[in-house]
């Protein structure tokens, strides 16, 4: 079995960021979401600023506010939060529908279909969500979700800097022993302040001195739950990424380096657009029934038109042409477009609507599963078919 390719994302100081975008005089500030500071409500998000002084999440706002005289504290609903939280989880679902969200602002993602390096889709992913939402995050990089998550919480706690960490800090498969060595227990996962004491109290400080111990050991000590904690020492988990029921579409949408008017070099790129999401369709044996394309012109107004089908499809052609034929509505276009994007959604597994296809379709399908293996095999740049959709 080949390597699973998982990622953990965590967004920086997440509350205390979408204050800062409805509120950037705070930029830099140290400043805390929290309650009434003479109260006795607890700090729930705090900038890196306000670390610097000691300031941490959870800490009574009483204390907070000792450490840091200075200390802003500010709140201004929880609606603009599950706004933003949505805006990112949008972004990341774009990328792949194999996402578990976690928390408001957590979500692991499998993404071992992609055929980029994880390394290079979480650079990819962190710096679209910045550009897209103006929001920091950090991710962690394994093989599985126990490494992914222990390695995301290494990265940000050691940035020691007044700025939101934007770290990405990877485990190689094989490295996770050597990660874990040194690390105190608690940052187990499992692992809560009872049992690190206990723990402690047993003589055991590192992850690598309980991985060092026999399993008979644990196992004896703490029956089932023993065993747990001794495979996870040895950075193994092999949990699933359990996707979300909420993904309801696969899309894929490119931001120009410069803004574009010419409807030939849109044309190309949609058939690019409509041939990823095709793939990625196949790749999880769905299809769906509405084809959705997203414009955006030079001055960020943006658009999205849809078509809705009388039976679900995942080919390329038929995506690339409702999508065109929705493009092809704004023409002559009032503006240079700035992103294009192309989605489907309404989407049902595939296997159900098979018999649908198998009269005319036929010789498409073929083609496109030797298409897809192709990509499978060595990445989904390497062969594009160009020419071999007409224009029409
Ligand atoms: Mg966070």
Redesign the pocket.
Known sequence: MSARKILHI?????FCSVEELHNPDLHGKPFAVGGDPNGRSVVSSCSYAARQYGVRSAMPCAKALRLCPDLIFVHSGYGQYTEASHAVMEIIRDLTPMVQQISI??AFLDVSDLPDSALSIARRLQSDIYSKTKLPTSLGVAGNKLMAKIANNIGKSNHKKPTPPMAITVVEPGEESAFLENLPVRELWGVGPKMAERLNMMGFKTIGQIAGKPVAFWEKAFGKSGRDIWERAQGQDERMVVEDHSVKSISQEVTFNIDIADPEILRKKILNLSEQVGYRLRKKGLCGTTIRLKIRWANFETHTRQKKMHSPVDQDRVIFEQAYEQMMAFYPFKQPVRLIGVGVSGLTNAMHQLPLWETEDEKERRLLNAVDEVRNRFGKNVLKRGNSIKKK
């Open positions: 965590d967004l920086d100081a997440f602002d957590e």
